[in-house]
């Protein structure tokens, strides 16, 4: 099993930034994917960003050029810089982690981000 724990949420005025962490811990296989999905009421869980143990990134449309996710292996860390954030950002924004063997897939428990107008 693989526990993910997030930190970083919280208030901050459009145009402002936030840094959400997340660290793994478990059995955490070298060879996986970690990301961050998030929700707002009323919607889907959509794919923020994820980062493969390699390196390779991929972004929501939404994001890009004001979102950067990063990550560090030694600790099973990943990491996202959210820069000029906007009102319509504001959701729980999930950790996930990918294993591939066997594929499963696991979810922290969200950490909520509000941009206020």
């Known amino acids: 099993q693989v526990q993910l724990v997030e930190s970083g949420g919280g208030l901050v005025q459009a145009g402002g930034s936030l840094r959400l962490s997340c660290a793994a811990s478990?059995?955490?296989?070298?060879?996986?994917?970690m990301g961050w999905y998030r929700q707002a009421p009323g919607s889907e869980r959509d794919l923020v960003a994820r980062?493969?143990?390699?390196?390779?990134?991929t972004y929501a449309d939404s994001v890009k050029g004001r979102f950067a996710i990063s990550r560090d292996n030694a600790k099973n860390t990943v990491y996202l810089q959210m820069n000029d954030l906007k009102p319509e950002d504001t959701a729980v924004y999930y950790c996930?982690?990918?294993?591939?063997?066997?594929?499963?897939?696991?979810w922290g428990q969200g950490t909520q981000v509000t941009v206020s107008s």
């Open positions: 478990g059995r955490v296989l070298s060879i996986n994917t």
């Open positions: 996930t982690l990918r294993s591939f063997q066997p594929l499963k897939d696991y």
């Open positions: 980062i493969s143990s390699g390196g390779s990134t």
